[in-house]
């Protein structure tokens, strides 16, 4: 009988934590396609010695996210008077 209760008090366990880890998640709707949902769109003109990686320091970016709005930009070299998203 004593043997019982350590898998007894193993399976109780585990049901309490399932029970206690079931999720409850809010649902947003999204605005339509093309509007921004926070912040807003800036457009910078790059200086000739300007990279992403010094405009992301200077605005607050992330590298990834600059390569992700400015697709066929070199990330490096965007060259002077570059519109940058």
């Not at 912040?39 to 605005?59: H, R, S």
Request: proline content about 9%.
């Amino acid at each position: 009988m004593l043997s019982r209760i350590p898998a007894v008090t193993r399976c109780l366990s585990l049901a309490a934590l399932c029970a206690a880890s079931s999720v409850h998640a809010l649902e947003f709707p999204l605005p339509p396609p093309g509007e921004d949902i926070v912040g807003q769109v800036q457009v910078i003109k790059a200086k000739y010695e300007d990279t992403f990686a010094d405009l992301g320091t200077q605005y607050d970016l992330g590298y990834l996210e600059m390569i992700a709005a400015n697709p066929g930009v070199d990330p490096w070299l965007p060259g002077a008077g570059k519109d940058i998203v």
